[in-house]
């Protein structure tokens, strides 16, 4: 279906439909092994196969998609390899980062930090998964703001995209969000007390819960995972 979608004018029309698309296969609208037509989508957006196109060489970058030559472009499935070592690169740039923020950390940032937190709160209770997706993005985002490292963010969106398949489908019941905010908020408390080695161990701890979480999904959802060795 032809939609008139708006499209900001600020942004080159590739990057936000790749941002719409990486969404929706995020969030499983788009299931692991779809096969993704760049003419559907062009009509459905009601744009030239151009920007579709380039949407999905970056999808392909991130690791959501397979560009098949002859074949088509498709979803891939979830890989529990490729979920691990992208927590454990992940975990790498983020133990840096928080630990020059514990030491630049200022007032206005524990008050940004804070209110996320509460905002965090308040989708979870009233069960806006997508939402509190967006302030868990908000809220690590914020780590490399507060010690001016944007090109960190960067890094780390490309390498969490495939994690965050796995982090959607965990949040019903194996990792629900309350728990989540509670282990941000031990990040917080080690920030909030300028101490580097107990926002680290916050934030280990916050990342390590990946590899279980990643074990009960692929269990639950095997047609969705591929078969690693």
């Not at 929706?24 to 559907?40: F, Q, Y």
């Not at 206005?108 to 997508?130: D, G, P, T, V």
């Not at 982090?167 to 920030?191: C, T």
């Amino acid at each position: 279906m032809t939609i008139a979608y708006p499209f900001a004018t600020s942004e080159p029309v590739n990057q936000q439909i790749y941002r719409l698309l990486r969404q929706e296969i995020v969030d499983c609208t788009i299931r692991p092994g779809t096969l993704l037509s760049e003419k559907e989508i062009s009509t459905r957006f009601n744009v030239s196969r151009q920007p579709v196109r380039e949407a999905f060489i970056k999808l392909s970058e991130t690791g959501l998609v397979q560009i098949l030559p002859q074949r088509g472009t498709f979803v891939m499935k979830i890989s529990a390899k490729r979920v691990s070592d992208g927590r454990f690169i992940r975990e790498a740039v983020e133990i840096a980062i928080i630990r020059r923020a514990a030491l630049a950390i200022t007032p206005e940032h524990l008050m940004q930090l804070k209110h996320n937190l509460h905002r965090q709160e308040l989708a979870a209770s009233n069960k806006r998964i997508k939402e509190f997706l967006e302030l868990d993005d908000e809220f690590h985002r914020t780590f490399t703001q507060i010690i001016d490292c944007p090109m960190a963010w960067e890094t780390i969106e490309t390498i969490k995209a495939t994690m965050d398949r796995v982090r959607f489908m965990s949040l019903a019941d194996v990792s629900p969000p309350e728990s989540l905010i509670e282990q941000h908020y031990k990040i917080y408390n080690g920030l909030e007390k300028r101490d580097p080695d107990a926002a680290e161990a916050a934030m280990k701890q916050h990342l390590g819960e990946m590899i279980s979480t990643v074990t009960t999904i692929s269990q639950r959802n095997t047609d969705w995972f591929e078969a690693d060795e």
